[in-house]
C-alpha cells in the first residue's frame, strides 16, 4: 500500500521503514553452542531459506514519520522474492521479458555492452504505474534506466556482523554484502536481499508505459 506523509505531497513507498516500526525485542544473543548470533526467542521466520539471520521490525507500515534512507527487511525481501512493487506493494506485473526494475544510470552517454547482466542490486522491481511517480519523487533515479529482468536471483544479503565483546554482543563491521555460502555467515545479522540481475533486457519506459 502506497501511503503519503503528513503533507500529502510525496508518496511513500511500501518498501520504506517507519518511525514507528521499532525493533520488536531486543533479545540478539550469541547461540547456546557458541557458534554465532541468535535471538532468545527466536523463531523459524527469523532466518532465511539459507539459515541466515534477519534484523527484527515491528510491522506497522504508516506509524510514526517515514525514513526514507532505511527500508522495511521483511518488505525489501517480500518485493524482491514475490515479484512486488517496490512502491505500491501490489504486484511488479512480469512480462515474457521479466520484471521491470529502474537503475541509476551508470556513467558516461552511452551503455556499455551487456549491462546490466550480472550486477548486483537491493531494489525491487516496480509495477509500471508506478515507475513515472518513483522517477518523479527518488532523488537517487538520476536519468534512470529502464531494465526488464527475467532472473534476479538471490545471491546474499546486506547487513553486518556481530560478535561478543565482553559481556556484550555488538556490532563488529560496518554493514556490507555477504554472499550466501559465507564461512562466517552465522555471525551476521541482514537487512536486506540482494540479488544478481540476469537475462536483462533494456526497454524505452515511455513504450513501456503505453
Request: overall charge positive.
Amino acid at each position: 500500500m502506497l501511503h503519503p506523509d503528513r503533507q500529502g505531497k510525496v508518496p511513500v513507498p511500501f518498501i520504506t521503514a517507519w518511525s514507528g516500526e521499532r525493533v520488536a525485542v531486543r533479545s540478539l544473543t550469541v547461540r547456546a553452542d557458541g557458534a554465532g548470533i541468535g535471538y532468545r526467542d527466536e523463531t523459524p521466520g527469523d532466518r532465511d531459506a539459507h539459515g541466515v539471520l534477519w534484523s527484527r521490525l515491528v510491522e506497522a507500515p504508516g506509524e510514526g514519520k517515514p525514513n526514507f534512507r532505511k527500508v522495511h527487511p521483511v518488505r525489501q525481501r517480500r518485493a524482491l522474492l514475490e515479484g512486488l512493487c517496490q512502491v505500491c506493494g501490489g504486484s511488479a506485473g512480469r512480462t515474457s521479458r521479466g520484471w521491470l526494475f529502474l537503475l541509476p544510470r551508470p556513467g558516461g552517454d552511452e551503455l556499455s555492452p551487456g549491462w546490466p547482466e550480472g550486477k548486483y542490486g537491493t531494489k525491487p522491481p516496480v509495477c509500471v504505474p508506478c515507475a513515472a511517480l518513483a522517477v518523479r519523487h527518488c532523488p537517487h533515479l538520476s536519468e534512470p534506466v529502464a531494465v526488464r529482468v527475467r532472473k534476479p536471483r538471490p545471491r546474499g544479503v546486506f547487513g553486518g556482523f556481530h560478535a561478543p565483546r565482553g559481556t556484550v554482543l555488538s556490532a563488529a563491521s560496518d554493514d556490507g554484502y555477504l554472499p550466501y555460502g559465507h564461512p562466517h555467515a552465522s555471525w551476521f545479522l541482514a537487512s536486506q536481499l540482494v540479488v544478481e540481475l540476469r537475462r536483462c533486457t533494456v526497454v524505452d519506459l515511455g513504450a513501456e508505459a503505453g
